[in-house]
């Protein structure tokens, strides 16, 4: 079974200093990730993926993740935060091939960014 | 504009009284489906389909319903809401293809409140 953790509900950093939402996941196959955002009041818009074909996966806003097999990890880093990514982050696993591509959510981590 | 779209996006009713969001593409995806998001649960899969008339339930399918008549169209039926269906509901909707992942392009959310 496909399953996602994200480590912290909450991350508050202040602005201009590095950024760091952690991801684990597990899954018996080889799995499909997403970082997705969520701003206030709005629908999800996805940040990265990772689909097997690096390891250093580089999203929108300057955001980007590691996929890590020996950690199951996929970790959301950014160098220098600004006050417009404040959101709510949701780690996702999807199990490629699958026909009914089922997306399992982390439950999300809050990111505030202080001036 | 490639887009999902859903009506409405905020709807308070009472219990008991039929409600139907619907949920529209204009990608020709394949597959749809709707989540509902609540605080500290992350998102959740509701039902989906993989084309038309071939739905299926997901984690938590009791007291939905859903169709699937045509592609583009994929409306969420509460027969009788109750108070704990009272969240934030999105519709998503990508392609099916079993060679690669499968990224999931979210509507705007609708916001219900069942009273």
């Known amino acids: 079974a496909q399953s996602v953790t994200q480590l912290d509900s909450h991350v508050s950093v202040s602005e201009g200093t590095p950024v760091l939402l952690r991801c684990n996941y597990s899954?018996?196959?080889?799995?499909?990730l997403f970082w997705y955002v969520q701003h206030p009041n709005k629908g999800l818009q996805l940040l990265l993926k990772?689909?097997?074909?690096?390891?250093l996966v580089k999203g929108i806003n300057g955001f980007e993740a590691e996929f890590k097999k020996s950690e199951t990890s996929f970790h959301l880093t950014k160098p220098s935060a600004h006050m417009s990514d404040a959101a709510e982050y949701f780690c996702?696993?999807?199990?490629?091939?699958?026909?009914?591509?089922?997306?399992?959510f982390g439950k999300g981590t809050r990111l505030s960014v202080i001036a | 504009e490639a887009q999902v779209t859903q009506n409405p996006r905020y709807l308070i009713t009472v219990t008991g009284k039929k409600l139907t969001v619907t949920c529209s593409q204009n990608?020709?995806?394949?597959?749809m489906s709707w989540y509902r998001q609540d605080p500290g649960l992350g998102l959740r899969q509701i039902y989906y389909?993989?084309?038309?008339?071939?739905?299926d339930k997901g984690d938590v399918p009791e007291g939905y319903k859903v169709s699937r008549k045509e592609k583009r169209n994929f409306p969420l039926i509460l027969e009788s809401p109750s108070p704990n269906q009272t969240s934030l509901y999105f519709c998503?909707?990508?392609?099916?293809?079993?060679?690669?992942?499968?990224?999931?392009?979210f509507g705007p959310g609708t916001r219900l409140t069942v009273l």
């Open positions: 389909s993989m084309n038309v008339e071939v739905t």
């Open positions: 899954s018996s196959y080889s799995p499909s």
């Open positions: 990608m020709n995806h394949e597959y």
């Open positions: 996702v696993v999807s199990l490629r091939n699958s026909g009914n591509t089922p997306l399992v």
């Open positions: 990772y689909t097997s074909a690096a390891t």
């Open positions: 998503a909707s990508s392609r099916l293809t079993l060679s690669s992942y499968n990224e999931q392009f």
